[in-house]
């Protein structure tokens, strides 16, 4: 077990000079960074934090989630065989070993003996076994990682064998699932998995168990006594559901809150300000893209495509509405993927570069209206964005007005978020401004080939299937990284999706707080190393 419309160019000089004072600011941590007590300080066990979430969970199950949230106060509660560390390596999790067979088909995993649910029921590798099963009869939208798994044995209490249809690059991550109880599950409907009352009352064999759920108020998690590894120093970790931000970031000033995660990048400067709270901030798995409708006009054409993601100025952009805390982007890998390619560069604002695209694909300003224009119709097209989204409801005018410049006109669409679903489900929209979470998975087929199931922009292009397809066919690691890095050129230059940045994730916390770890995985990696230095023994 492990051990651990507005006007948008009025203000952007004094967006610029306000991330310039937010770069300057002292009392900063970065990725992985623990707030490392000094040698006086010792670790105590005891003690209670409070953590500001924005939404509540829909399930504690790893059949059934869906939300961030669950998933991340989930890995409180339970992890899979293996884990990925924050440096996108694989670790120890409930196996304390594993040997891949030679040709890379199989692996055996070893399990250490002793180990129990939270309930105090002992664990065995049947449990393994009966959970595979549940993930493939619920259709879990994490059964992706078993798309290649032929089966899995337990030949003993200790020892899972895991076989695989085909060698790849990334097959360990099948033993990342969180196995569910057999003794609890058995005789549940898995037909039926959404009502089932495990959903708000699971066990797990992590640091910390669940201990009681107040509906839109809050979670309790405790310290888990049956846990195999080395016991967290805290005695309680709550979750308290506030859905306004403004309310969260109150609530961390005066005391009422301990942590909170994804503070908005404006509140930085001021935060820092206070003695009493520390702010890290680090680059995830977070994107934030412009995805286009290729089934249509004019994004059918990859020269328009080009040309958008060439006018606009991602430094801007990340020095502006993110106040320096975001990355200019160009792959689709994010940075803590192990396939991501440091040698691609963003595209750099180049209106001539602009121009000449867009002329070869037809389009000219023929009648002096400062928009281009092909068969007597201007270039314009509209961008769909969540409403009631502080950063986007910035970024999207300041994309507006940088076509605009580049003779594309722009119309601005703020909707809520079931209507920008629903549109892009649809296929009813033009582009969409739109922040997702990557996947560890080096594996872009479900939103880029052409049968993806998650291809809301509706591209299609058999040289993106053919390179896919190779990657994934990757035995290892080292053989697919040039394969990918082949990925991320076509797509640079296809440009079926444009990233404009890597948003920086920013948790601030109360100075009481040691021993905190962040990173591109989870917000509150291995929160039972955190401790608190009130804690009474």
Known sequence: MPRGSVDVMKNTFALILIAAVVAGCSQERTAGQSDAPAPSEKPTSGGRITVAVATEPDHLNPLVYRSSVASEVYALLHYGLVRLSP??????????????????????????????????????????????????????????????????????????????NKASSDELLAAVLNPLPRHLTTDLDPDNVGAWDYNRSPVGLGPFKLDSWRAGQSLSLVRNSHYHGEPAYLDEVVFKIVPDVANRILQLRNGEIDVVADVPPREVASLRENPDIEVANFVGRRLVILLYNTRQAPFDDARVRR?????LDRQLIADGPMFGFATPAASLFPPGIWAYDTALKPHARDLAAVGALLAEAGYEDTDGNGLVDRDGQDLKFTIQTRAGLEVFEAVAPLVQSQLAQAKIGVELRFLERSVEIGNMQKGEFDA????????????????????????????????????????????????????????????HEEQPVSVLYYPQTIVASRARVRSETHNQLNSWWDMHRWWVSDATP
């Open 307 to 311: 040309a958008v993601s060439m006018a």
């Open 87 to 164: 440096s996108d390596e694989w670790i120890a999790g409930i196996a304390e070993s594993w040997q891949w067979a030679p040709d890379r088909k199989s692996v055996t995993l070893t399990i250490p003996a002793g180990l129990a649910w939270s309930d105090g029921q002992p664990f065995a590798a049947e449990d393994i076994v009966h959970s595979v099963e549940l993930y493939k009869t619920t259709r879990a939208a994490a059964g992706i990682y078993l798309r290649h798994t032929d089966r899995v044995e337990a030949p003993d209490p200790n020892t899972v064998v895991w076989y695989f």
């Open 432 to 491: 969409d401004l739109i922040g997702f979470r990557a996947s560890a998975l080096a594996d872009p087929s479900a939103s880029l080939t052409t049968d993806g199931p998650r291809n809301l922009g509706g591209y299609s292009n058999p040289d993106m299937d053919d390179v896919i397809a190779r990657g994934l066919a990757a035995r290892d690691r080292a053989a697919g990284l040039p394969i990918w890095q082949e990925f991320q050129r076509l797509f």
